[in-house]
């Protein structure tokens, strides 16, 4: 499946889609659909071979990119007739693109809920710490 947001990141739990608190930089793997068999699956060059999942994973592998792609859209997923790649699947809530903490006002579209919670606790924190002067 594809969606009108296809490029989605996933994170250290492949399980877990919803955002990384770091982006693209910080992103294990960021995934792109190609077809309804094919995706390209680019993975960070600073990774062990071991914290990658195998090539040709087939059925597993489809599920981490479908999870990631079906909460990163935003208008519309596009599937092939007669398949449903979502059966089963579950995907966590959307947390709201605007968000503030004390003085400051953020934005980050496709976070989850509990991302977002972990990202205003690290902003949080800073605010809380004395600049040098």
Not at 47 to 71: C, D, K, L, T, Y
Not at 94 to 102: D, L, M, N, Q
């Amino acid at each position: 499946m594809t969606s009108d947001e296809p490029v989605a990141l996933v994170g250290a739990d492949p399980d877990t889609p919803g955002g990384l608190p770091g982006g693209f930089p910080h992103a294990p793997e960021i995934v792109f659909p190609l077809d309804p068999q094919r995706a390209l699956v680019m993975v960070r060059p600073d990774r062990a071979p071991e914290q990658s999942r195998v090539p040709n994973m087939g059925r597993r592998q489809a599920e981490v990119i479908n999870r990631h792609v079906a909460f990163n859209a935003h208008r519309w997923i596009v599937r092939k007739p007669g398949t449903n790649p979502l059966a089963g699947l579950t995907l966590p809530e959307r947390a709201p693109a605007v968000f503030e903490v004390g003085d400051m006002i953020g934005l980050s579209t496709n976070q989850s809920v509990d991302t977002r919670a972990k990202v205003v606790a690290r902003m949080k924190a800073r605010q809380r710490k004395p600049r040098p002067r």
